[in-house]
């Protein structure tokens, strides 16, 4: 049995593709009851899709074997839902009057609009926690707007420092970090609506922007702004007051010919460690220029020039464990498959392996914490569309005929593409 | 009504960024949070930028923004007196949160432990974890990034892998911990149970998404990263208006119906040169060139207000100055203004998430500045402090 911090809380997740979806599967490893509520008839455009795409081979639909939507539904129920259907509609009214917790993700209004907005379900459900996590927040000018991860980092300013130093300017990286910062602060969000709910009895409303639960997290780039108007450059993995601080090519390695390695040094110590691992103790010893701090900022090319040059001797790996057993920062920039080759992670037995019916054996990323005594465990492998429908509708009361005549309607659902 | 945490006693060990991260939410919803810091100040305080330059322990960016509403104590915890202290502070506290060196860490879980149940609910960070053959590495935001798979894929096909901006790693590792902290003490309201959490930072980045590890562990094959726009899923990635950049998420379905409405072309929704997997590639220029030709007469702003009228996932790239200046943060009031000692107004961002009178925003405190206050709470009296502190414990 999985952790039981969050035991005897039941919780409805209607959002799609990644912060809502690994928000709700935390909430589930933290031993809430949750019930994933998924798009029916339309399956969710992108962590769903109906073509192979990142589908694991095999039989089954491709819909129930792709990457995206197994890296984020774990320990949860599965129930599939019309909620344009007023059958539909009326599951999910019986479902608010019946659960602690209701996490929505569309655009702003659209839940309003299907009459299933705060006003409604809080006169269903007094003791309802309600969480809407539009990307924008659900008031403000960009009510209504649709957006990824990509879109929230681009109006926060962080896109514009985030590639190339130099390079082009429509060049940079794609990311979806809000995403990962959204599934955690919805966590924080749930636990404080509870909270409230404790102290006043009455259930509450949580708007959560996911810009605004990333925007705390830029305190720097803010501060350049506020505190001298300045915009800072791209600076790649620079750091102006650090040297060195980089990333190195590196003489290939687990992830393949295409190798790096950062190294990096905040203070003295650090510095002879990586000196020592370079071959070259005295790069730390006074009174040679690089030994202190000083003279290294004043020697930033030259001593990225040596790094890079230390970098190609050896494997990412094997540079980075010869500067650490020093006492020097590095890492390997892994690829996956380091997850794997990890001492470390084994060390850790951080990995799962988990049964699923269509995608098979599968090693999967572990749990963000471990918790004593009662760890967090994968009680239920990612959900098949509406694979506990009968089961859900059942404790809500609904008999096993009406399950059926909601299945007949297209109310409810357990197949996409039909 | 009160705050959520109100009333939850918190205390933070070690001074870093990932711990004072960690407790910051607690604190502004309420939590009352005491920071242990070395008498020299750790790495929060330390880390730019600073009000004209000018290194300052106390106005350094990230302590302003993550020691909001604490109270700060300054304690050497790594002598004898000063670990006596800090069990002190811990018995009478509902959370320890602790950055540490390992070794250091476990004499501080020591210590609680010794409370037995009835002591405090912990909360131990460690990039590795506190035990395995990294468990005593010196790390910091960038290799923690690296170790976390999330880098390689922040970058181009065979180009040098990039960070996020400075601690951006480490202040979701700091999250996760939040999201576990607040957990633990509602759990601990509910079943009695004195929980012990670590959270690791690796474990924290790798196992959340934004992380390509699933999709490349079911299929054994990686997406590639190519630079620019892609030819083929088109158009995802930046394009240029008449006064800068806009982000486009439209390639796949429904946003690229939308986006051909959106343009004035929505025969092209249905026509296969740009609809069929198969000859889509080879019709690229073709796209671009009409959609182009609709970025060339539109600010940024028009773009995004059009295509977003029309359901289209696109987002203007603003540099940060012009994200303060955004129609919907000032709106919303996304910032804030608080008045800090010593320094004047200074700007934050706001709350996380929005529940009616649950999120308020202090000054960071000086450092050291609580340490006699918090002492004198915990029964020390003024011929002790001025003991522990002529012995250097405390400052």
Sequence with gaps: ???????????????????????????????????????????????????????????????????????????????????????GAEVVRRLASAVDVLIEGYSAGTIEGLGLGWERLHAINPRLVMISMPGWGVDGPYRGY??????????????????????????????????????????????????????????????????????????????????????????????????????????????????????????????????????HPEWAEPPHPWASVIGRLRSRAEIDAALAAFAATGTAEGVAHAVAEAGGIAAPVIFHIGLMTSPQIAHRDWLQTVDHRYAGTQTLAGFLWQVEPDAPSWDLACGLVGEHNHEVLQELGYSTDEVAALLERGAIGDRYGQ | MAQPFSGVRVVEVGGTVAVAG????????????????????????????????????????????????????????????????????????????????????????????RLGDGGPITVTLAVHGLDGPFAERDENDLSLFAWSNRMFRHSFDGQEP????????????????????????????????????????VEALAGNVDN???????????TPRPAGLSRAVYPNGLLRATDGYVSFFAANEPFFSRLCRGIGHPEFATDPRFTDPAQKPAHFDEFMGYLREYLSTRTRNQVFLELQSHGVMVAPVLDVGESFEDAQAVARGSYVRVQQ????????????????????????????EHTAAVLSELGYSAEEQIALFRAGVTG
């Excluded at chain 1, 639960?213 to 790649?236: D, I, N, S």
Aim: charged fraction near 20%; charge should be negative; glycine fraction near 12%.
């Design chain 2, 162 to 201: 990039l960070r996020y901006s400075a601690q951006v790693a480490t202040l979701q590792w700091a999250s996760t911990a939040t999201a576990v902290a607040a957990s633990a003490i509602w759990g601990r309201r509910r079943d009695g149970v004195r929980r012990q959490i670590e959270v690791g930072g």
């Design chain 2, 22 to 113: 960690a407790t910051k939410s607690l604190s502004d919803y309420g939590a009352s949070v005491v920071a242990v810091e070395s008498r020299a100040g750790g790495e929060v305080r330390r880390l730019p930028p600073f009000p004209e330059d000018v290194p300052h322990l106390d106005r350094g960016a990230f302590h302003l923004a993550l020691n909001t509403g604490k109270r700060s104590v300054a304690l050497d915890h790594t002598s004898a007196s000063g670990l006596e202290v800090l069990g002190v502070l811990a018995a009478q506290s509902d959370l320890v949160v602790l950055h540490l060196p390992p070794g250091e860490a476990r004499r501080v879980l020591d210590v609680v432990a």
């Design chain 1, 146 to 279: 649709a957006t990824l991860g990509s879109g929230l980092d681009a109006t926060l300013g962080h896109m514009a420092v985030r590639g190339y130093p130099g390079g082009p300017e429509d060049q940079v990286p794609v990311m979806y970090h809000t995403d990962a910062t959204g599934a955690v602060g919805l966590v924080t969000a749930v636990v404080a609506g509870l909270l409230r709910r404790e102290e006043t009895g009455e259930g509450c409303f949580i708007d959560m922007s996911q810009a605004e639960a990333f925007a705390w997290q830029l305190p720097a780039l803010q501060a350049e702004w506020t505190m001298h108007r300045r915009l800072p450059p791209r600076l790649g993995n620079a750091d102006p007051h650090v040297v060195p601080h980089g990333c190195y090519r590196a003489a290939g390695g687990e992830a393949g010919a295409d190798a790096w390695v950062v190294i990096a040094a905040e203070n003295d110590v650090q510095w002879a460690g990586v000196a020592r691992a370079a071959g």
């Design chain 2, 212 to 222: 390509w590890f699933v999709p490349w562990s079911f299929t054994g094959a990686d």
């Design chain 2, 341 to 368: 000692p010593g320094m004047g107004e200074h700007t934050l961002a706001g709350p996380p998430f929005r529940l009616e009178g649950a999120w308020s925003v202090t000054p960071a405190p000086a450092l050291g």
């Design chain 1, 1 to 87: 049995m999985t952790s039981q911090l969050l035991a005897g809380i039941r919780a409805i997740d209607m959002t799609e593709v990644w912060a809502g979806p690994m928000g709700t599967s935390l909430l589930g490893d933290l031993g809430a009851d949750v019930i994933r509520l998924e798009s029916f008839p339309r399956p969710p455009a992108i962590s769903r899709p109906l073509r192979e795409g990142t589908a694991v081979p095999g039989d089954g639909p491709p819909y129930e074997r792709a990457g995206s939507h197994h890296m984020a539904n774990r320990n949860k129920r599965n129930i599939a839902v019309n909620i344009r259907d007023d059958a």
